[in-house]
């Protein structure tokens, strides 16, 4: 296991850390301060469509020329590089300064490996070439959760019926990342609800068709610079077309894992924002306790060690599980692993940040405390700390599935 | 760049080690327990391959190998015996205050005449284990409440700012011991025992503990592998209540974060160890490493007896010995609270942001 971090690596994120101290976390702060996600028109994510940023990763459709624009050549050419330990390491330092900012900033986000993946060529073409130069900022979102239905994905209830030359969705989700603001959502739904996984669809529903409504943007506990909000789908008429792989693709379960492949690759990218948001509350601890004069506690030294060594054994973690990703081996069992493994490590480093501020953390008004109430999303998102040791047992000792 | 693949050569010391520990150790775990000493045949077998000399310099006829080796090949003796892995060590942790304090020319005075001599044990204590009357003259008179060893050829005492070594006027009164009893367990006493050489130097003695923590942490790292798996395997084939006792979440769950915590600890080692490999600056990382790999053996130790219930209490299986040796490995060197201690002054040395980072290292 090698990570080569290379000069133009270290470049990477030292830019990040930069754009880290300057844009991300006052914009962070701001929106905990006033309790509501960035509003989609803030001229902060403009300035970000106008530096390169929110594109596709999908090259375009075949022979598109690569140089379209000079700030596209440059990008397209620094994502030939980007290896997935590159990736999360930059995922980690932006995930220090503002998590929430992290994941609202404009792109197609969650669902796009499984529109690379799953999507026939036209689809890609469709729904993410008005990605590959945006005239503003853009979302996408990945629509899986149900009021009802969380960590057992088999159980979602949003009804697809075929009808005519198109399908309709009945039904309701909840949690979705980005979803009022999005171009188009990629709903999970199914055609039985009898057959679990096998009855699953994706369907790419767009912005405004009509049945699509009941937007509820939720108050959360923290990450609030993005919004997770509830929305409903009534009779709401899809087009066969936007049946993601069309119909041939469901015959088998691919349809399925390859949902799951999209956790499966999102999980140490958790773990790499849980290490970042850990390492923060570190600093903020270290900080403080200089400033105080607290050093010379042996308790307060005792802490600050526990906090560093659990949260380098959680970078290595997810470093592990990257570079298998990059290196072509199965991850699945060390994804898990440094899921969730560096959640709960980030949670403790900033519940023991917060004994060490004591009275100061309680003001409710020191970035502390904020880390604490944002770090605890980590051990929910995109499988909770139990699901990932369910995945782990199945592994180690074939824990079965009912 | 930081390297966590052991690369061929090392896979193949890898192998070598473990056809060892599974073959000559791991069919002996008891006997070697009750006599308090590893089998004659097997002791030349170790120094036959050469694990006796393995990181002495090449001038010295050793094979120069480092503390990513170290690591690898306690790990895989321990998964086996790490009370054997000790007592089949003539150098010991002891060799890396000889080689940084003295170098070569202490190595070669205090070391070379313990390599083929059967039996032969270094053992190096720090300072702070001893109960001294007076450290500093020529002759030294205290005890040292436990040791892993019958014998002693050679002790080191290990201080933050240098080391003496006794070699004569040694008094070993054997004890029953808690873990590790395949090295023997004393108390050590001596009476105006004379100081055979002294070594003065801070920088030098810190890199001796942090060499000789990753030394022990890879003999925990080992030993908890092995109850980790050792209750898996088990707990696949019991059965309660109609199934596998594995296929019980609280059980499941339980195991698997035994392995992850073993897993986290093995990283946290083997970057460590990484980092003593390419000069020094890497001291803690190694203190950090040993504190995990105490704290998991907290926790793999008495869960390994855990999962196998009643049975894991007897002595028929081998996981209540996994949950003595870890215990008792994690008091060598002072304990774990020093290392903590060493730690935590570094971080707080350190400024905001903290980089945690290998990356930047070396
Ligand atoms: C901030 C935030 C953002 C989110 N963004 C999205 C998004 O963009 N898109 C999306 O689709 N979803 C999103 N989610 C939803 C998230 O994926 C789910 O909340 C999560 O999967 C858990 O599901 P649940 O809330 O229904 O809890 P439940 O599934 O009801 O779980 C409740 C408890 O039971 C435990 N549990 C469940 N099953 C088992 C089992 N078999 N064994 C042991 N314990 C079990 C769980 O671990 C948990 O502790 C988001 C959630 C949050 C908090």
Redesign the pocket.
Same mark, same amino acid.
């Given at each position: 296991m090698e990570f080569n971090i290379d000069k133009a690596m270290r470049e990477r994120l030292e830019e990040t850390r930069e754009r880290g101290r300057r844009e991300i976390r006052p914009i962070g702060l701001e929106a905990d301060r006033l309790g509501r996600p960035i509003p989609p028109d803030d001229p902060y994510f403009a300035m970000l469509i106008a530096r390169g940023e929110g594109r596709s990763r999908w090259p375009g459709p075949a022979g598109r020329p690569k140089t379209a624009g000079t700030g596209g050549a440059n990008k397209s050419s620094a994502r030939a590089t980007r290896s997935v330990v590159m990736h999360l390491l930059l995922a980690e330092e932006s995930a220090y300064w503002d998590r929430g900012v992290g994941v609202a900033n404009p792109g197609p986000g969650?669902p796009e490996p499984n529109v690379i993946s799953m999507g026939t060529d036209e689809q890609k073409e469709r729904f993410l070439s008005r990605f590959l130069e945006p005239d503003k900022p853009r979302w996408a @979102? $990945? =629509?899986?959760? !149900?009021?009802?239905?969380? #960590?057992? *994905?088999a159980g979602i209830r949003t009804l697809a019926r075929k009808d005519g030359d198109g399908w309709i969705l009945n039904g309701a989700? @909840? $949690? %979705? &990342?980005? =979803?009022s603001r999005s171009d188009w959502i990629l709903v999970?739904a199914t055609v039985d609800p009898e057959a679990g996984r096998a009855g699953h669809r994706a369907f790419v529903v767009e912005h405004g068709t009509p049945g699509l409504g009941g937007f509820k943007i939720e108050k959360?506990m923290g990450?609030k610079a993005y919004e #997770?909000t509830s929305f409903t789908l009534e009779d709401c008429r899809v087009p066969a077309g936007n049946l993601l792989g069309g119909e041939e693709r469901y015959q088998s379960r691919a349809g399925f894992k390859s949902a799951m492949g999209t956790f499966n690759a999102g999980r140490p990218m958790i773990a790499a924002n849980s290490v970042g948001i850990g390492r923060a509350a570190l600093d903020e601890a270290l900080t403080f306790a200089r400033d105080h004069d607290l050093l010379g506690d042996p308790r307060v030294r005792d802490r600050l060690e526990q906090s560093a060594r659990k949260l380098r054994q959680a970078r290595l973690l997810y470093l592990r599980a990257g570079w298998m990703v990059d290196a072509g081996k199965p991850n699945v069992l060390e994804a898990s692993m440094s899921k969730a493994i560096a959640a709960t490590i980030a949670a403790d480093v900033t519940a023991l940040g917060m004994e060490m501020l004591g009275g100061v953390g309680a003001r409710g008004d020191h970035l502390i405390e904020k880390l604490y109430r944002d770090v605890k999303?980590m051990d929910? *998102? !995109? &499988?909770?700390?139990? %699901?990932q040791? *369910?995945i782990m047992g199945r592994h180690l000792v074939q824990l079965p599935r009912d | 760049m930081f390297d966590l693949s052991p690369g061929e050569d090392l896979e193949l010391l890898v192998d070598t080690a473990r056809s060892f520990a599974q073959d000559e150790l791991a069919p002996r775990v008891r006997d070697a327990e009750s006599a308090r000493e590893v089998d004659a045949e097997v002791r030349a077998a170790f120094r036959q391959i050469g694990f006796a000399g393995l990181e002495l310099p090449e001038a010295l006829g050793g094979a120069a190998l480092g503390p990513v080796a170290r690591a690898l090949v306690n790990e895989e003796l321990a998964a086996a015996d790490a009370g054997a892995a000790l007592a089949l060590d003539p150098l010991g942790p002891a060799q890396y205050a000889l080689a940084e304090l003295g170098g070569e020319e202490a190595l070669k005075e205090f070391a070379l005449p313990l390599l083929d001599a059967d039996g032969a044990r270094a053992l190096l204590v720090t300072r702070s284990e001893c109960r001294l009357h007076d450290a500093s003259s020529d002759r030294v008179t205290g005890r040292v409440p436990w040791v892993p060893a019958d014998r002693v050829d050679l002790l080191v005492v290990l201080a933050p700012d240098g080391a003496f070594a006794i070699r004569e006027g040694i008094e070993v009164e054997t004890l029953r011991g808690s873990g590790l009893r395949a090295a023997g367990a004393s108390e050590l006493r001596f009476d105006g025992a004379p100081v055979a050489a002294r070594w003065t130097g801070a920088a030098p003695a810190t890199r001796a503990l942090a060499r000789a923590r990753l030394y022990v942490s890879g003999l925990l790292v080992g030993t908890l592998r092995q109850a980790a798996e050792f209750s898996r395997s088990y707990a696949l084939e019991r059965t309660a209540f109609g199934r596998p006792i594995a296929h019980h979440?609280a059980l499941a769950?339980l195991l698997v974060d035994m392995y992850a915590a073993v897993d986290g600890a093995r990283l946290l080692l083997h970057e460590a160890a990484w980092r003593a490999e390419r000069g020094s600056g890497g001291e803690a990382l190694a203190a950090s490493a040993f504190v995990e790999a105490v704290e998991v053996s907290r926790f793999v130790g008495p869960n390994g007896v855990q999962v196998l219930g009643g049975h894991g209490f007897m002595q028929d299986y081998p996981v209540e010995k996994y949950m003595r040796e870890s215990r008792a490995l994690g008091l060598v060197l002072g304990g774990v609270d020093a290392a903590i201690e060493e730690a935590g002054r570094a971080l707080c040395a350190e400024e905001a942001p903290v980089s945690l980072s290998f990356a930047e290292g070396p």
């Open positions: 969650m @979102c $990945f =629509a899986m959760t !149900e009021p009802g239905a969380g #960590s057992d *994905v989700k @909840c $949690f %979705i &990342g980005n =979803a999970w959360k990450l #997770s999303a929910i *998102v !995109e &499988g909770t700390g139990q %699901i040791r *369910v | 979440q769950f």
